[in-house]
T-cell receptor, first 113, second 116 residues
Framework: AQKVTQAQTEISVVEKEDVTLDCVYETRDTTYYLFWYKQPPSGELVFLIRRNSFDEQNEISGRYSWNFQKSTSSFNFTITASQVVDSAVYFCALTASGYALNFGKGTSLLVTP | DTAVSQTPKYLVTQMGNDKSIKCEQNLGHDTMYWYKQDSKKFLKIMFSYNNKELIINETVPNRFSPKSPDKAHLNLHINSLELGDSAVYFC???????????????FGPGTRLTVL
């Protein structure tokens, strides 16, 4: 069975602060894929990143960075210098079959001015 | 140039009715999905179709019946609607499943279903 845990239900930060969203996963599969999605208040799901289990390189994309550590089964997401537009629900997800995403319960991030 | 579209965007109906949600993708993908997002924002896979063939059916009541007339469409028909069916339903598509190098699952805008 696969499981994704996002222990932080809600996070509130002030603009320009850095914030890290935690994601811990469980799977018995040796090949799997991890994802992060953003759901802004408008409701659509926006793809942020995909990582396969063989690629533990960290990734940086502008103010966003991801830290993948197989040893701790974690795939954490950091937003540097947060902005109000970052306010959204962020989902971590996992698939091994390649045909369906197992989502965590999401972390609601509120960035205030 | 909408990649994955769903109609309707909002659907309000009475308990016991039958309704359909349509999904179309113009990305040339061969795999399509339906997800349900409940009131607590929890997203859960319902169905997955690859080349019009059912791949995943996740313990969804048989009142829910997906129909894939072709690779570009995956419609969701719901019979005898219940209060608990109220949710946002997302359609999605990807190429060759998520394990391919195409890497991304594209989601539609969602359909908010309210059962009264």
């Amino acid at each position: 069975a696969q499981k994704v845990t996002q222990a932080q239900t809600e996070i509130s930060v002030v603009e320009k602060e850095d914030v890290t969203l935690d994601c811990v996963y469980e799977t018995r599969d040796t090949t799997y894929y991890l994802f992060w999605y953003k759901q802004p208040p408008s409701g659509e799901l926006v793809f942020l990143i995909r990582r396969n289990s063989f690629d533990e390189q960290n990734e940086i994309s502008g103010r966003y960075s991801w830290n993948f550590q197989k040893s701790t089964s974690s795939f954490n997401f950091t937003i540097t210098a947060s902005q109000v537009v970052d306010s959204a629900v962020y989902f971590c997800a996992l698939t091994a079959s390649g045909y369906a995403l197992n989502f965590g319960k999401g972390t609601s991030l509120l960035v205030t001015p | 140039d909408t990649a994955v579209s769903q109609t309707p965007k909002y659907l309000v109906t009475q308990m016991g009715n039958d309704k359909s949600i349509k999904c179309e993708q113009n990305l040339g993908h061969d795999t399509m999905y339906w997800y349900k997002q409940d009131s607590k924002k929890f997203l859960k896979i319902m169905f997955s179709y690859n080349n019009k063939e059912l791949i995943i059916n996740e313990t969804v009541p048989n009142r829910f019946s997906p129909k894939s007339p072709d690779k570009a469409h995956l419609n969701l028909h719901i019979n005898s609607l219940e209060l608990g069916d109220s949710a946002v339903y997302f359609c999605a598509s990807s190429q060759e499943g998520l394990a391919s190098s195409y890497n991304e699952q594209f989601f539609g805008p969602g359909t908010r279903l309210t059962v009264l």
